[in-house]
T-cell receptor
Framework: AQSVAQPEDQVNVAEGNPLTVKCTYS??????LFWYVQYPNRGLQFLLK??????LVKGSYGFEAEFNKSQTSFHLKKPSALVSDSALYFC????????????FGKGTKLSVKP | DTGVSQDPRHKITKRGQNVTFRCDPI?????LYWYRQTLGQGPEFLTY????????KSRLLSDRFSAERPKGSFSTLEIQRTEQGDSAMYLC???????????????FGPGTRLTVL
């Protein structure tokens, strides 16, 4: 069965430092992987997706994610964190061969301190 | 703003009452999704439509839940005989259909927060 796991409930980073939010996946076949961000009192926003091709995917707001097949991971990264990046981050994977049914992780709260 | 809109934003109801939520997708999107999110959890899929056809429905969705998209534009989600366990944020999203057949990114609305007393 398809699944994603976000092993950290919270990540704390100082402004200007690099950040990593971890996600591991379990899928059969080629994975499609997504990252979303949820700011307080706002809806989820799409950040980036991996479909196929380059293992390093670039997305919105300076974020990127690295697909690693051997480690079954799709970690979200940013070279220099901003206080405004503080939010809840979710990785997601489609259920089975569905094109619409996304399975989300539990989320990781990112806190960037000045 | 031409994003996904949801109405109402907040709903407080008493146990046993029926509630209905509306979602207006991005106008050029033919796919529409409903999710439910409780505190500390990621969104949980409920159902999705392509145009007016309901293509998938979660097995977790009890018979008290029904969704429609009669003209392939806006959608409604109705919960009958609400229970306290139905208290959650109900999220709507829309997307276009990817030409490659792979899943496309979904654009989410602000959600409807339901509180069942």
């Amino acid at each position: 069965a398809q699944s994603v796991a976000q092993p950290e409930d919270q990540v704390n980073v100082a402004e200007g430092n690099p950040l990593t939010v971890k996600c591991t996946y379990s899928v059969s076949g080629n994975p499609y992987l997504f990252w979303y961000v949820q700011y307080p009192n706002r809806g989820l926003q799409f950040l980036l997706k991996y479909i196929t091709g380059d293992n390093l995917v670039k997305g919105s707001y300076g974020f990127e994610a690295e697909f690693n097949k051997s480690q079954t991971s799709f970690h979200l990264k940013k070279p220099s964190a901003l206080v405004s990046d503080s939010a809840l981050y979710f990785c997601a994977v489609p259920r089975g061969r569905s094109q619409g049914n996304l399975i989300f992780g539990k989320g990781t709260k990112l806190s960037v301190k000045p | 703003d031409t994003g996904v809109s949801q109405d109402p934003r907040h709903k407080i109801t008493k146990r046993g009452q029926n509630v209905t939520f509306r979602c207006d997708p991005i106008s050029e999107h033919n796919r529409l999704y409903w999710y439910r999110q409780t505190l500390g959890q990621g969104p949980e899929f409920l159902t999705y439509f392509q145009n007016e056809a309901q293509l998938e429905k979660s097995r977790l969705l009890s018979d008290r839940f029904s969704a429609e998209r009669p003209k392939g534009s806006f959608s409604t989600l109705e919960i009958q005989r609400t229970e306290q366990g139905d208290s959650a944020m109900y999220l709507c999203a829309s997307s276009s259909r990817a030409a490659t057949g792979s899943p496309n990114e979904q654009f989410f609305g602000p959600g409807t927060r339901l509180t069942v007393l």
